[in-house]
Protein backbone atom coordinates (compact mmCIF):
# COMPACT_ATOMS: atom_id res chain seq x y z
CA UNK A 1 0.00 0.00 0.00
CA UNK A 2 3.07 2.19 0.42
CA UNK A 3 3.98 2.70 -2.90
CA UNK A 4 0.62 3.35 -4.33
CA UNK A 5 0.53 6.40 -1.50
CA UNK A 6 4.07 7.43 -2.97
CA UNK A 7 2.80 7.04 -6.69
CA UNK A 8 -0.14 9.01 -5.55
CA UNK A 9 1.69 11.65 -4.26
CA UNK A 10 4.22 12.20 -7.36
CA UNK A 11 1.80 12.20 -9.85
CA UNK A 12 -0.55 14.49 -7.75
CA UNK A 13 2.73 16.67 -7.46
CA UNK A 14 3.33 16.30 -11.42
CA UNK A 15 0.01 17.33 -12.43
CA UNK A 16 0.12 20.50 -10.27
CA UNK A 17 3.36 21.56 -11.73
CA UNK A 18 0.91 21.30 -15.25
CA UNK A 19 2.54 17.85 -16.08
CA UNK A 20 0.01 14.88 -18.11
CA UNK A 21 0.27 10.73 -17.54
CA UNK A 22 2.85 9.81 -20.20
CA UNK A 23 1.87 8.76 -23.25
CA UNK A 24 2.59 4.56 -22.16
CA UNK A 25 0.49 5.43 -18.72
CA UNK A 26 -2.94 6.79 -20.89
CA UNK A 27 -2.28 3.30 -22.96
CA UNK A 28 -2.08 0.68 -20.10
CA UNK A 29 -4.73 2.75 -18.52
CA UNK A 30 -8.00 1.43 -18.59
CA UNK A 31 -10.70 3.47 -20.14
CA UNK A 32 -14.33 4.51 -19.59
CA UNK A 33 -16.73 5.26 -21.91
CA UNK A 34 -20.19 7.01 -22.03
CA UNK A 35 -18.84 8.48 -18.80
CA UNK A 36 -20.55 10.78 -16.68
CA UNK A 37 -19.22 12.19 -13.35
CA UNK A 38 -21.45 11.38 -10.15
CA UNK A 39 -20.90 12.80 -6.40
CA UNK A 40 -21.19 10.08 -3.96
CA UNK A 41 -21.83 9.98 -0.47
CA UNK A 42 -19.11 7.91 1.23
CA UNK A 43 -20.01 7.76 4.87
CA UNK A 44 -20.08 11.43 6.43
CA UNK A 45 -18.07 13.01 3.41
CA UNK A 46 -18.94 13.34 -0.38
CA UNK A 47 -16.84 12.02 -3.36
CA UNK A 48 -16.79 12.82 -7.46
CA UNK A 49 -16.03 9.97 -9.35
CA UNK A 50 -16.49 9.08 -12.88
CA UNK A 51 -18.71 5.78 -14.40
CA UNK A 52 -18.61 4.41 -17.72
CA UNK A 53 -18.36 1.16 -19.94
CA UNK A 54 -15.05 0.50 -19.29
CA UNK A 55 -12.60 -1.36 -21.40
CA UNK A 56 -8.76 -2.42 -20.22
CA UNK A 57 -9.75 -2.56 -16.89
CA UNK A 58 -7.83 -5.46 -14.82
CA UNK A 59 -10.38 -6.87 -12.72
CA UNK A 60 -13.88 -6.51 -14.84
CA UNK A 61 -14.92 -7.46 -18.23
CA UNK A 62 -14.92 -5.05 -21.27
CA UNK A 63 -18.39 -3.89 -21.61
CA UNK A 64 -18.77 -3.45 -17.40
CA UNK A 65 -20.51 -0.52 -16.46
CA UNK A 66 -18.31 -0.02 -13.19
CA UNK A 67 -17.51 3.86 -11.15
CA UNK A 68 -14.21 4.65 -10.21
CA UNK A 69 -13.06 4.76 -6.80
CA UNK A 70 -12.78 8.76 -5.17
CA UNK A 71 -10.87 10.89 -7.92
CA UNK A 72 -8.29 12.64 -6.92
CA UNK A 73 -7.47 14.85 -10.36
CA UNK A 74 -9.83 15.02 -13.16
CA UNK A 75 -8.32 16.66 -16.52
CA UNK A 76 -9.55 19.84 -17.09
CA UNK A 77 -10.14 18.87 -20.80
CA UNK A 78 -11.66 15.30 -19.64
CA UNK A 79 -9.56 13.01 -21.55
CA UNK A 80 -8.28 11.53 -18.41
CA UNK A 81 -9.10 11.28 -14.58
CA UNK A 82 -6.71 9.96 -11.29
CA UNK A 83 -8.49 8.08 -8.33
CA UNK A 84 -6.45 6.82 -5.36
CA UNK A 85 -5.52 3.59 -6.93
CA UNK A 86 -5.31 4.09 -10.64
CA UNK A 87 -5.35 5.96 -13.93
CA UNK A 88 -8.33 6.37 -16.15
CA UNK A 89 -8.64 7.36 -19.78
CA UNK A 90 -11.90 8.81 -20.39
CA UNK A 91 -13.41 8.58 -24.01
CA UNK A 92 -17.07 9.56 -25.16
CA UNK A 93 -18.61 11.21 -22.69
CA UNK A 94 -22.61 10.51 -22.10
CA UNK A 95 -23.78 14.19 -22.58
CA UNK A 96 -25.24 14.25 -19.26
CA UNK A 97 -24.61 16.92 -16.27
CA UNK A 98 -24.83 16.83 -12.72
CA UNK A 99 -28.55 17.08 -11.42
CA UNK A 100 -28.60 19.58 -8.42
CA UNK A 101 -30.15 16.46 -6.51
CA UNK A 102 -27.89 14.42 -8.07
CA UNK A 103 -26.00 13.04 -5.00
CA UNK A 104 -25.77 9.38 -5.27
CA UNK A 105 -25.83 7.31 -1.96
CA UNK A 106 -23.29 4.10 -0.69
CA UNK A 107 -26.53 2.23 -1.79
CA UNK A 108 -26.66 3.24 -5.22
CA UNK A 109 -23.10 2.88 -6.05
Known amino acids: MQGVKEDLARDIESYTCGE ?11 KLDEWTVAVCRRGKEFVLSVRGTVTKH ?20 HRWARSHRRLW ?15 VTDDEG
Do not use: M, T
Not at 20 to 27: A, F, G, K
Not at 89 to 103: F, R, S, T, Y
Open 20 to 30: EPSIVELHNAP
Open 58 to 77: PEHPDGSIIASGALVWLDRH
Open 89 to 103: VLGKHAGEEIPIDGI
